[in-house]
């Protein structure tokens, strides 16, 4: 997949989500959702702060997407997210029928495409309308996910 100019300006959105989340001392994962070009929500990790291991990044931005669309379907939204979904998150964008979901790093233990998505031997973990694309500003997440790792060692 091509990337757009947009898609760079949301991508580095979700990373001031992201550091949001470290200056929380949580796991550094952010997203928005955007519709028509513009932001609806914003989200970043509380799983720390909430006690609560379900509120991921995108568990946030999904519940305050709808809230401002006044309904549970995200079908012409875009969701931008640093770290590919876990497959609980996945879960949750399958539920809404976003349209696309663009990444930033791979999650090889977590992510929700190791598990399969809609092109691995009929395995739907994402809704089959939904366009994925990971990769978009990959390094710089893993920087950012190491340096809070680290952190957290020292």
Do not use: W
Not at 37 to 62: P, S
């Amino acid at each position: 997949m091509e990337y757009t100019e947009a898609d760079v300006k949301f991508m580095k959105m979700a990373f001031q989500e992201a550091m949001r989340a470290y200056d929380l001392d949580e796991v550094p994962i952010g997203c928005v959702i955007t519709c028509n070009n513009q932001v609806i929500a914003k989200g970043h990790n509380l799983t720390e702060r909430l006690r609560d291991f379900t509120a991921h990044a995108e568990m946030q931005a999904f519940t305050s997407a709808s809230e401002y669309l006044g309904g549970k379907s995200l079908h012409e939204c875009t969701l931008y997210v640093t770290l590919e979904p876990c497959v609980m998150c996945a879960g949750a964008a399958y539920n809404t029928r976003i349209s696309k979901i663009i990444f930033a790093a791979f999650d090889e233990k977590r992510g929700f495409t190791k598990f399969g998505n809609h092109e691995d031997n009929g395995q739907v973990i994402v809704h089959p309308k939904s366009e994925v694309a990971g990769g978009l500003m990959e390094q710089e997440s893993v920087k950012l996910l190491q340096s809070f790792f680290a952190r957290k060692r020292s």
